[in-house]
Antibody, heavy 122, light 108 residues
Framework: EVQLLESGGDLLQPGGSLRLSCAAS????????MSWVRQAPGKGLEWVST????????FYADSVRGRFTISRDNSKNTLYLQMNSLRAEDTALYHC???????????????WGQGTLVTVSS | DIQVTQSPSTLSASVGDRVTITCRAS??????LAWYQQKPGKAPNLLIY???RLHTGVPSRFSGSGSGTEFTLTISSLQPDDFATYYC??????????FGQGTKLEIK
């Protein structure tokens, strides 16, 4: 069964840092681009970042560029999101998601994790 | 960046109704658009990709159409399980995959 399991969410103060993880199983992790998508409480979906299967190509939303870094460890089948200089507006449930097509870096997301909650508040 | 506008933001309908949700893009997506369904407290589920292709396991009452800048998601006969929030997502550009604002489908 294809599964994505996020972890690492926490409550922290503005300006803080946090690293989220997403453990993948049930599919050849290396061959798929992966993304992070967040959802603030009561709000819609917001794409955050995407990384290619080999980890050599990355993209970011304007709202997080320069503060967040996406990475992956293909030997551990794990996706990461390093979040620095956190702001109140980064408060959200963070989902990792798998792209539908192998070797593609721009496609629909066919598998989603349940998310990990990040709360930024003083 | 490509922007998409979904309409309506809220839709009230009854079981058995046919409903349509629209997604308009700021520039041509060709056919690179997906639709998702999300229920409260759950992760989104992919319904449609490439504007009109039904994802595995999705009931045939769901259909998608459109190309260029205007796309629609249609549910032919609403079932109780379909009351949820729906999002469109363009993916013609790898540098941006912004979602539409969402359409909440409510029971009338």
């Amino acid at each position: 069964e294809v599964q994505l399991l996020e972890s690492g969410g926490d409550l922290l103060q503005p300006g803080g840092s946090l690293r989220l993880s997403c453990a993948a199983s049930g599919f050849p992790f290396t061959t798929y681009a992966m993304s992070w998508v967040r959802q603030a409480p009561g709000k819609g979906l917001e794409w955050v970042s995407t990384i290619s299967g080999r980890g050599d190509i990355t993209f970011y939303a304007d709202s997080v560029r320069g503060r967040f870094t996406i990475s992956r460890d293909n030997s551990k089948n794990t996706l990461y999101l390093q979040m620095n200089s956190l702001r109140a507006e980064d408060t959200a449930l963070y989902h990792c998601a798998k792209e539908r097509v192998v070797q593609s870096i721009a496609d629909a997301f066919d598998v989603w994790g349940q998310g990990t909650l990040v709360t930024v508040s003083s | 960046d490509i922007q998409v506008t979904q309409s309506p933001s809220t839709l009230s309908a009854s079981v058995g109704d046919r409903v349509t949700i629209t997604c308009r893009a700021s520039q041509s997506l060709r056919g690179w658009l997906a639709w998702y369904q999300q229920k409260p407290g759950k992760a989104p589920n992919l319904l449609i990709y490439e504007a009109s292709r039904l994802h595995t396991g999705v009931p045939s009452r769901f259909s998608g159409s459109g190309s260029g800048t205007e796309f629609t998601l249609t549910i032919s006969s609403l079932q109780p399980d379909d009351f949820a929030t729906y999002y469109c997502q363009p993916y013609s550009s790898e540098s941006s995959c912004s979602f539409g604002q969402g359409t909440k489908l409510e029971i009338k």
